[in-house]
């Protein structure tokens, strides 16, 4: 980890104050306690964080850009106003997150659990979101244009009045009834998706 992160997170854990107006460039990180942290206008480029606890984090205005977080954790964060392109975070546990007015492109997050996590007029755009947990959401003008949802778990989140019509839904997990997709706009390839799952054979 570089110096100059080290020295601003010590320094804001033990002041308790935000980390504001500061800019980290190819910044390591690994196995380090950032819970309850708050960065606000805060640049991360090229940082790699590994092991880190990220639990009730906040960041405000913030700029990620080809980030890696491996085994990182982020539960009960709270993101306003960010924008995330070219991150990755695989696995991670963003668990009842909250996401207001933020931008997400060309991320990957597979295998993330986003169980309870609200999301607020959002954009997320070409992100891989496979294998993902997106249980008992809410989802709110949030926009998702070319979205990989494969074999996520959509289970008890409503999608009514939600373009998915340019997002992956092969083998997602929805409720017996498909409620989830209720008044969600779907292309006609993705309705039959939703047939089979309902049982319905569909005749050519």
């Avoid at 990620?64 to 009960?76: I, N, T």
């Avoid at 009842?96 to 755009?125: H, I, M, P």
């Avoid at 891989?128 to 008992?136: C, D, H, K, V």
Wanted: proline share 1%; aromatic share 8%.
């Amino acid at each position: 980890m570089t110096a100059s992160l080290r020295r601003a997170l010590e320094e804001a854990r033990e002041s308790g104050e935000v980390l504001e107006s500061l800019s980290f460039d190819h910044a390591d990180a690994e196995d380090l306690d950032l819970s309850e942290l708050a960065f606000r206008q805060v640049s991360f480029h090229a940082c790699h964080f590994t092991g880190c606890d990220l639990s009730g984090v906040a960041f405000y205005e913030c700029d990620l850009s080809g980030c890696q977080f491996a085994e990182c954790r982020f539960p009960v964060s709270y993101w306003k106003s960010c924008r995330l392109t070219g991150c990755k975070a695989d696995g991670g546990d963003f668990r009842r997150s909250r996401f207001k007015d933020c931008s997400l492109q060309d991320c990957v997050l597979r295998y993330t659990n986003f169980t309870g996590s609200v999301w607020e007029r959002c954009t997320l755009a070409s992100c891989n979101l496979t294998e993902s947990t997106l249980a008992e959401c809410r989802i709110s003008k949030t926009a998702f244009q070319s979205v990989d949802l494969t074999g996520a778990e959509l289970f008890r989140t409503p999608f009514k009045g939600t373009d998915l019509s340019s997002c992956t839904l092969d083998r997602v997990s929805l409720s017996e009834t498909c409620a989830e997709l209720r008044g969600a706009k779907l292309h006609a390839g993705q309705a039959a998706v939703v047939a089979r799952i309902l049982g319905i054979e569909i005749v050519p």
